[in-house]
C-alpha cells in the first residue's frame, strides 16, 4: 500500500469541499498540481522502428535517472521513424516545482546531440481544472 494511507495518514475534506491529504508528520497538502510536458523529436539518422527504439531508449532512461519522480514515456509518432513524441508527468504540491521540473527535463532532452527538439508543450493541471 503507498500513499497517506500507508503513511498513517488519511483524507480530509476541507470547509471549502477540497480534498486535502494529511500525513503521519502533520503535514497538509492543500493542493495537488499535474504538469504534463509533450515534446516533438526529430531524430537524426534513423532507418527502421528498431533504431528508433535504440535512440528513445537511452534518452528515457536518462530522465528516469536525473528524475526518478517523473513518468516518461513514448506516445505520439509510433509508426514514424524520425519523428518522436515524449510525454513527461510530474505530480507535485506546488506549480513552481512542477514547471521547473518540467523545464529542467526538457532542457535534458534538447541537449542530446543525436535528435533535434522541434517543439515542446507545458501544461500544468490542479484540482480546480
Known sequence: MSGPAANGGGFGNTATGRRRF???????????Y???????????DV???????????PIIAEVHKHFPAVAVAETGDNDLHRRAEL?????????ANCTQVLDQ???LVAG???IELLSA?????????
Open 22 to 32: 494529511i500525513y503521519a508528520d502533520h503535514e497538509v497538502i492543500e493542493q495537488v
Open 34 to 44: 499535474v504538469g504534463a510536458l509533450t515534446l516533438d523529436l526529430l531524430l537524426g
Open 112 to 114: 542530446r546531440p543525436e
Open 47 to 57: 532507418r527502421s522502428l528498431k533504431q528508433k527504439r535504440s535512440v528513445l531508449r
Open 121 to 129: 508543450r507545458q501544461r500544468l493541471f490542479n484540482d480546480d481544472d
Open 105 to 107: 527535463c526538457e532542457r
Open 87 to 95: 510525454g513527461v508527468a510530474v505530480v507535485s504540491a506546488t506549480a
